[in-house]
């Protein structure tokens, strides 16, 4: 949740661009589409990645009016009424997770087999989250205790296969969830590195993905895992992602306008959807036309990338910070909580707030520093 290789909740853990290989008319149905060339690294994209990681992270403990006020033992909106209107919106920093990872995901697999990128992503997503799961059965078993039932030992051994959505099990973590989305999403594109990839099979694919998607909303299917491999919402920014890697790589041209406006439109209305659901029905005070001019500027965001108008965003510190999102990502709900829950009483609320995402930010570094990297450079060599 993610070359450049840029990181993303299930994304590689290297730290520059794989500089494209130029086509050749042996290799390419198209061989007038000639590779752009690509800076050293796409800063702004672990700009856009630090932002949505702490969208979400200040969501989860300042943002949620009915759910949050059992750690806090008082409603956030109260407890933090200048950040609240603010972060009330934050769980779309997910949103923005998806569409940078259409992106991404389509860049680390140019120019790899199938073995390769199942190998990568595997590394990627799997060392940082067993040791995830680990801590948040820890924090489940020894921590502060809350009226949540606590997840089963089968549960908990269920969620290292990170399957635990199809075989029915708890998350151990809440926002395990888009891990789920992010896996199914990387199996659904080995369809595209069956035979080598190009711009035509990625593009074609890509509208292939979008429409089935529509198509697999239907009840009428009575095939439950045809909406599973294809939710509308998350499809549409998995392809808006492809679409504008594809203008990053090869440039703009019509047909690219066609699927990016494709996946918006189709986006916008599951997006309305559903936020006029969580308004009218589970009591969010949520405008559901502030949520889609929030994602809409997120396509706006990453298309300027793909344009390349903020190449010249080259922060260096960004890469140290983009190295944090996916730790961060993976154990700040419970374990944040669970440090909410101790020092909530002795400190207050703000000085709890910014000491406890103090913490998560130094234990995710230790993370991946002790734990993420030594763990893939080891499984690297024996896989």
């Known amino acids: 949740m993610p070359p450049s290789e840029i990181r993303t909740p299930g994304t590689d853990a290297h730290h520059t661009v794989p500089e494209p290989a130029p086509a050749t008319p042996a290799k390419t149905p198209e061989p007038h589409r000639q590779t752009r060339e690509s800076p050293a690294r796409l800063y702004a994209l672990d700009g856009l990645r630090v932002i949505a990681a702490l969208a979400v992270l200040l969501f ?45 995901i389509c860049l680390s697999a140019w120019n790899r087999t199938p073995g390769q990128f199942v190998k990568a992503r595997f590394l990627r997503l799997f060392p940082a989250y067993w040791f995830s799961v680990v801590v948040g059965l ?93 939710p509308a919402m998350s499809t549409a920014l998995f392809v808006a992602g492809i679409a504008m890697y594809l203008m990053y790589r090869f440039g703009p041209d019509l047909k690219l306008w ?56 080259n922060w260096r510190w960004l890469t140290p910070a983009g190295a944090l999102v996916y730790p961060l990502y993976l154990l700040h709900e419970e374990l944040g909580w669970a440090v909410i829950r101790k020092l909530y009483g002795p400190l207050g609320p703000w000085a709890t707030l910014l000491t406890t995402i103090g913490v998560l930010l130094l234990l995710s570094w230790l993370v991946h520093r002790y734990v993420e990297r030594p763990s893939v450079g080891w499984l690297r060599k024996r896989l």
């Open 60 to 104: 989860h403990f300042t943002g949620i009016d009915k759910a949050t006020d059992v750690n806090w033992g008082e409603n956030p909106r109260y407890l933090f009424p200048e950040l609240f209107p603010v972060t009330k919106y934050g769980s779309y920093g997910v949103q923005l997770f998806f569409i940078i990872s259409g992106f991404v």
């Open 138 to 230: 820890l924090v489940w078993r020894l921590g502060p205790g809350t009226d949540r039932a606590t997840p089963t030992i089968s549960d908990s051994l269920t969620n290292l296969t990170m399957f635990q959505v199809p075989m029915d099990a708890v998350h151990v973590v809440g926002s395990y969830w888009t891990l789920w989305i992010e896996l199914c999403f990387y199996l659904v594109f080995l369809v595209v590195l069956w035979k080598e990839v190009n711009y035509q099979r990625v593009y074609v694919f890509a509208w292939s993905w979008l429409l089935f998607s529509v198509f697999a909303q239907q009840k009428s299917t009575g095939l439950p895992i045809m909406s599973t491999i294809a």
């Open 258 to 313: 066609l699927l990016l406006g494709g996946s918006w439109l189709i986006m916008q209305s599951d997006l309305m959807e559903h936020a006029v659901n969580l308004r009218d029905n589970r009591g969010f005070d949520r405008d559901p036309w502030v949520a889609l001019a929030l994602v809409t500027s997120f396509y706006l965001l990453v298309l300027a990338i793909a344009l390349r108008r903020l190449d010249r965003v």
